[in-house]
């Protein structure tokens, strides 16, 4: 993750960090609406496209938009590029997802960003793990693994059908956990010594990157809203899209940190809380036990991480 040092941390960069998380918890839940009455591609087109262009007239508005558009280019091509290809494999997951129990696996494995984060520090950053560096990304893959086929009882037949049934769905999830974890580390190398917020461009990048995903994949999209779906389509664009990566920034450089991060690691837990209430799944206790994995993974990854190398 991107921690900044160079400005004085506040209680206010610090509610705002306990916010983005808020809002972050509600991103599987509300994407996984929009994409049922907007198709795949368009609803979160939109919602990631009308997100960053309001972030952009924010930064407008407050003279930030030129510095952001003048952080390093090696900045725009490497998070920029992680960014789009993240928010294209997470809409792609949690849309071709078979149904909306898969869309809580989905969600889980996507999870698996922030000790893949922790991992991938170690050749990105420079920095040290103990050996228990390991056993926490297994853990936390374990976790992932038992999700998959909760929905029915767990049995091995159902876990192998149900993989394959649903295996481009979690492996878009798996790829997209990937992505974010390089995202954070690649954020935090290259926006040392820079001021600038550009995640809102990034954002917008991806909104266009869908829309061409829509047109070279040929899919015709049949919209079937009513008056709710538009609200979940405003309401992702808003809260998980534009709040929670501008409430996120501004916690990385504002934030106490001690605070903000471990609580991001609670996400996992709080979103498949949402997702269960607004998308009306039951899952099995096997589910909960999985992402209880995920969490204790992260925080062991965490705690298994020291210094740079001098």
């Known amino acids: 993750m991107n921690e900044p040092t160079c400005q004085p941390r506040s209680v206010g960069g610090t509610i705002l960090g306990l916010l983005s998380i808020l809002c972050w918890s509600l991103s599987i839940a509300f994407a996984r609406r929009v994409t049922e009455d907007f198709g795949i591609f368009d609803g979160l087109a939109i919602s990631f496209f009308a997100g960053g262009t309001l972030g952009c007239v924010w930064l407008a508005s407050t003279g930030r938009l030129r510095r952001a558009l003048a952080m390093p280019r090696a900045y725009h091509l490497v998070c920029g590029g992680l960014m789009v290809g993240y928010c294209l494999c997470y809409s792609m997951a949690i849309g071709l997802a078979c149904d909306r129990q898969t869309v809580l696996e989905v969600g889980i494995i996507n999870y698996l960003w922030p000790g893949l984060t922790m991992l991938l520090a170690v ?3 420079g920095r040290r793990a103990k050996p228990l560096l390991l056993p926490g990304i297994l853990l936390a ?35 997209a956990a990937l992505l974010w974890g390089l995202y954070s580390n690649f954020n935090a190398r290259l926006s040392v010594g820079t001021d600038g917020v550009a995640a809102p461009l990034h954002l917008m990048a991806a909104g266009m990157g869908l829309f061409v995903m829509r047109i070279a994949t040929g899919g015709s999209t049949t919209w079937h809203p009513d008056d709710v779906s538009w609200i979940y389509l405003a309401a992702t664009a808003i809260f998980p899209v534009l709040l929670g990566y501008m409430f996120w920034e501004a916690a990385m450089r504002r934030g106490h940190l001690n605070i903000v991060v471990p609580a991001s690691y609670g996400t996992p837990l709080l979103s498949t809380v949402v997702s269960v209430f607004v998308l009306g799944v039951q899952p ?3 589910l909960w036990i999985a992402c209880m994995l ?9 705690s298994a991480l020291r210094e740079p190398v001098a």
């Open 123 to 125: 050749p990105i950053l």
């Open 284 to 286: 099995g206790p096997g």
């Open 141 to 175: 893959f374990a976790g992932a693994a038992l999700s998959l086929g909760q929905g029915s009882g767990f049995s091995w037949d159902a876990f192998g059908r149900h993989l394959l049934s649903c295996s481009r769905a979690h492996l878009l999830a798996l790829a």
């Open 294 to 302: 995920v969490i204790a993974g992260a925080l062991i990854c965490k």
